[in-house]
């Protein structure tokens, strides 16, 4: 596609209950990254993908936090048991390469309640 | 470990006026630079890619620089206009923090008519 797609584009999820957020990157992209980004803040880095390896996952808040890119392409983020903390904008970008620029999707609004 | 900081935090000038939004980080080791334009509930649109080889990159009417020994980066508007009205956010990679990007908290820009 024209651009990185994410859905859905809002989720409120309660309390424990386990979400999934999908990021369509650019086709071609190799570079796949996760960000979540809290009210009035900057985007926080959570996992970087290049095709379907994971290659660094530090960013991950808790072991509550997975994410998958198992074909290169599609990636998905999964989180279990959501708590209230996790309330956030989740951001997915993708980049021809890793020093290339980023194109950002428009991120999935979570509100846990 | 690297910190961004962005100063100021909100700015407000009339239409037509030039100005600086400034970015500093504290890792001098640093592989490249971006500035990405947020518009309120909307992903990041990336404007400026400076690497660490470069000194400046220009776009229109904007400009942005890069002092990895002082560790600062400024972003330049020319004739301010009401479309610019926006959180500007400045975003390092640095060749320590793995593939990691970080970003400050963001600017907030209002261009008054």
């Known amino acids: 596609g024209a651009g990185v797609s994410q859905s859905p584009r809002y989720k409120v999820a309660k309390r424990g209950q386990d979400v999934a957020l999908r990021c369509d990157p650019i086709?071609?992209?190799?570079?796949l990254f996760w960000y979540q980004q809290a009210l009035g803040q900057g985007p926080e880095f959570l996992t970087y993908?290049?095709?379907?390896?994971?290659?660094?996952k530090s960013g991950l808040p808790s072991d509550r936090f997975f994410a998958e890119r198992p074909e290169g392409s599609v990636s998905t983020l999964k989180i279990q048991r959501t708590q209230q903390e996790d309330s956030a904008v989740y951001l997915c970008?993708?980049?021809?390469?890793?020093?290339?620029?980023?194109?950002f999707g428009s991120g999935t609004r979570l509100t846990v309640v | 470990k690297q910190e961004v900081t962005q100063i100021p935090a909100a700015l407000s000038v009339p239409e037509g006026e030039n100005l600086v939004l400034n970015c500093s980080f504290t890792?001098?080791?640093?592989?490249?630079l971006q500035w990405f334009r947020q518009d309120p509930g909307k992903g990041l649109t990336s404007l400026l890619l400076?690497?660490?080889?470069?000194r400046e990159q220009t776009s229109g009417r904007l400009n942005a620089s890069l002092d990895k020994s002082s560790g600062r980066s400024t972003l330049y508007i020319a004739a301010s206009q009401p479309g610019d009205s926006a959180t500007y956010l400045c975003?390092?990679?640095?060749?320590?923090?793995?593939?990691?990007?970080?970003f400050g908290a963001g600017t907030r820009l209002f261009v008054k008519a």
């Open positions: 993908f290049q095709n379907e390896a994971q290659l660094d």
């Open positions: 400076i690497q660490s080889s470069q």
């Open positions: 086709s071609g992209h190799v570079s």
């Open positions: 970008a993708s980049s021809l390469e890793v020093n290339y620029g980023y194109t």
């Open positions: 975003a390092g990679r640095g060749l320590t923090g793995g593939f990691k990007t970080i």
């Open positions: 890792d001098s080791a640093i592989y490249n």
